[in-house]
Every structure is written in structure tokens, then in C-alpha cells.
């Protein structure tokens, strides 16, 4: 937990205390209770003789389930908080969040020439083992604003540069597990070329606001960020006229 403390004290936000909210524990009795507690939880569910039972007694005791920093990269932590939840129950609750004193990443809506053409890439994801249709989007640069991140996600993506940048606010994506929030952006740009193939992205079109709104109510866009983009610029009046049924790309 030495890791953890020391992240504790030098993000002391992540771990803010509200009234009747899930109070992450720092007591270490509480935070060794917790720890037991869900270690005993795993263990009863699971069939054994005397013998079995006996060591799943010694494993709480010796070999609790983990809590702290679980693992740690240049892109997320994954973080096991020892927490009391508001009916009074211990446990652990595990969260995903930037690394401290990262930017956040950026979501960004090319809109191609004159017409306001949207760009859309077909990109492999690993987490889902399939392939998407989706806008560029990016991790934050440490230090950079979400300008310049906007510029760098397109020139690596689809070899592009932004003529005009127009923020659309802020999303988070997954309040459930994740503390990342994100900036969303729309970008003019007057060209479009050679997409990131290392990167599992494939390729890269251009279809009308209308084609690209009814790829989302068809179910051929399921990208969440891709969704939350396109309804932030519809609000914001850049998708010009209201949505049609469209084509397919």
C-alpha cells in the first residue's frame, strides 16, 4: 500500500470523502477488514471439504485479496480502494483513472471542406476484438492543451490539420469505473490523408452529417465517444439541417 499512500497524498482530489457517499477507507484496521471481508466473500462461494474450508480460513488472514495500486502505465492506473459503503458494508471497489498530471484526452469530429463532411475511420479495437466506426480520439500529452492535442490525434490518425478547432465541452465516459474525463471537439479541415495503419486503423470516409447520425441509429456506429460527439455538434449547430435517414458508406 506504500505506493498507494504516497498517491493518496499527492492526489488527495481522487479520494475526496463526501457525505453519503462510498467513503474510501484510510484507518488500516478498516482497510485490513475490507480486505478480509470480500477475501472470505470469494471463498464461500466456492465448494470445498474441511480442508478447504480451513485454508480458505488461513488465506483471509494470510493472503487477503489485494487493494492499492493494482497497475500503473503512461496511459491509466487501475486503482483497488478499500471502502465503507453508505449502508455501512466494507469492501473493495476498483476504478480506472489517468495518470496524475495528465491532460485529458481528446475527442475530435472532423468536418471535411465547404460542406462540413464528416470523417469517420474504421478502427480495430483490442478491448472489443472488432473493428468500429469511429472519430479520431486520443490520450492527452502531458502539458498540452487540448488544442494541440487535437492537432497532434489528426496529423497521427488520418494525416490532417485542423484549419479551425471548436470545443464542445467535456464527457466522462464511464462514471462507473472510470475517472478519465475527456474534451470534445469539432475541427475544420480542408484534407484528408493516409490513415495511422499501425494503429489497426484500416481506413478512412467522408459522409454527409445526415448519413453519419443514421449510422448511429442503425447501430452501425456503437462507439460511445463517436455518439457523444455527434449530438454535442448537432446541439451546437454544425451539422446544418436536421437529420435524414442517409446512406450507408
Known amino acids: 500500500m506504500n505506493r498507494y499512500d504516497a498517491l493518496r497524498r499527492r492526489v488527495p482530489e481522487w479520494f475526496r470523502n463526501e457525505p453519503e457517499g462510498i467513503e474510501v477507507l484510510t484507518d488500516p484496521a478498516l482497510v485490513r477488514r475490507a480486505r478480509r471481508q470480500v477475501t472470505a466473500a470469494r471463498q464461500g462461494a466456492r465448494r470445498r471439504g474441511p480442508l478447504g474450508a480451513l485454508w480458505a480460513r488461513l488465506r483471509t488472514v494470510l493472503r487477503p485479496v489485494p487493494a492499492g495500486v493494482v497497475s500503473a502505465n503512461r496511459y491509466l492506473w487501475y486503482l483497488r480502494d478499500p471502502v465503507r459503503f453508505p449502508d455501512g458494508r466494507l469492501g473493495l471497489y476498483d476504478r480506472l483513472l489517468p495518470p496524475p498530471g495528465s491532460s485529458p484526452g481528446v475527442v475530435v469530429l472532423p468536418l471535411l471542406g465547404p460542406a462540413a463532411g464528416v470523417v469517420l475511420i474504421e478502427h480495430y479495437r483490442?478491448?472489443?476484438?472488432?473493428?468500429?466506426?469511429?472519430?479520431v480520439?486520443?490520450?492527452?500529452?502531458?502539458?498540452?492543451?487540448?488544442?494541440?492535442?487535437?492537432?497532434?490525434?489528426?496529423?497521427e490518425e488520418i494525416s490532417?490539420?485542423?484549419?479551425?478547432?471548436?470545443?464542445?465541452?467535456?464527457?466522462?465516459?464511464?462514471?462507473g469505473l472510470c475517472g478519465h474525463k475527456v474534451e470534445?471537439?469539432?475541427?475544420?479541415?480542408?484534407?484528408?490523408?493516409?490513415?495511422?495503419?499501425?494503429?489497426?486503423?484500416?481506413?478512412?470516409?467522408?459522409?454527409?452529417?445526415a448519413e453519419a447520425e443514421a449510422m448511429v441509429a442503425d447501430?452501425?456506429?456503437?462507439?460511445?465517444?463517436?455518439?457523444?460527439?455527434?449530438?454535442?455538434?448537432?446541439?451546437?449547430?454544425?451539422?446544418?439541417?436536421?437529420?435524414?435517414?442517409?446512406g450507408r458508406p
Request: charged share 25%.
Open 137 to 155: 480520439r486520443g490520450f492527452g500529452d502531458p502539458g498540452a492543451s487540448g488544442e494541440e492535442n487535437v492537432a497532434r490525434e489528426l496529423g
Open 219 to 246: 447501430g452501425r456506429i456503437t462507439d460511445g465517444f463517436t455518439v457523444a460527439v455527434l449530438y454535442r455538434a448537432r446541439l451546437a449547430g454544425l451539422l446544418g439541417a436536421e437529420p435524414g435517414n442517409g
Open 126 to 135: 483490442h478491448a472489443t476484438r472488432s473493428r468500429h466506426w469511429e472519430v
Open 184 to 209: 470534445l471537439y469539432a475541427a475544420r479541415v480542408e484534407a484528408v490523408g493516409a490513415p495511422e495503419t499501425g494503429e489497426a486503423i484500416r481506413r478512412t470516409v467522408t459522409v454527409t452529417p
Open 160 to 175: 490532417a490539420s485542423p484549419g479551425e478547432v471548436i470545443p464542445l465541452g467535456e464527457l466522462h465516459p464511464d462514471t
